[in-house]
């Protein structure tokens, strides 16, 4: 199994900036796929970005693209997620997971992402 720990999280006005970071401990972090996904009130849980288990390949929700930036560090153990130009409606609990993945390069929102962090509350004000 793996831990993860998010944190980061806070207040911050509408186009400010953020930068998440997630620690794993337990088995090889570098065998697993990382992902970050949000949850705002009343709403479903939603993919954000991921990033491959070498960091070569990413992903990202439209809604992320080219406002964040998904990177890691598995010498370190950790995932990060810089949050530039954020908006109200980033406002939700932020969760980093980690799928066990076969490949070097696989990333995305559809794997079996079975280890989850306990979140982090980003709260945007306009």
């Known amino acids: 199994q793996v831990q993860l720990v998010e944190s980061g999280g806070g207040l911050v006005q509408a186009g400010g900036s953020l930068r998440l970071s997630c620690v794993a401990s337990?088995?090889?972090?570098?065998?697993?796929?990382m992902g970050w996904f949000r949850q705002a009130p009343g709403k479903e849980r939603e993919f954000v970005a991921a990033i491959s288990r070498s960091g070569g390949n990413t992903d990202y929700a439209d809604s992320a693209k080219g406002r964040f930036t998904i990177s890691r560090d598995n010498a370190k153990n950790t995932v990060y997620l810089q949050m530039n130009s954020l908006k109200p409606e980033d406002t939700a609990v932020y969760y980093c997971a980690g799928a066990l993945t076969a490949r070097q390069w696989e990333v995305g929102p559809d794997y079996e992402y079975n280890y989850w962090g306990q979140g982090t509350q980003v709260t945007v004000s306009s």
């Open positions: 337990g088995r090889t972090f570098s065998w697993y796929t």
